[in-house]
């Protein structure tokens, strides 16, 4: 437990300095599932994968930010 805790804080400090770093990845995903859908690469771009893990890594960056 006390490593969980220590790896939540590490996380926490570095994401405290860098508050943009999520969204940015989160619109990097979105961006890569909007070129994925032109080649039709498999499962991926026809699931939408990496759009819906963008959004959700983007919401999630931006609730962090404003919380820290």
């Given at each position: 437990?006390?490593?969980?805790?220590r790896f939540l804080d590490r996380i926490s400090e570095f994401l405290a300095a860098r508050k943009g770093l999520l969204p940015l990845i989160g619109l990097l995903l979105v961006v890569i599932n909007f070129i994925l859908q032109f080649f039709s690469i498999g499962w991926i771009a026809e699931s939408n994968l990496l759009l819906h893990l963008g959004l959700i890594l983007a919401i999630i960056g931006f609730l962090l930010a404003w919380a820290l």
């Open positions: 437990m006390q490593k969980f805790s």
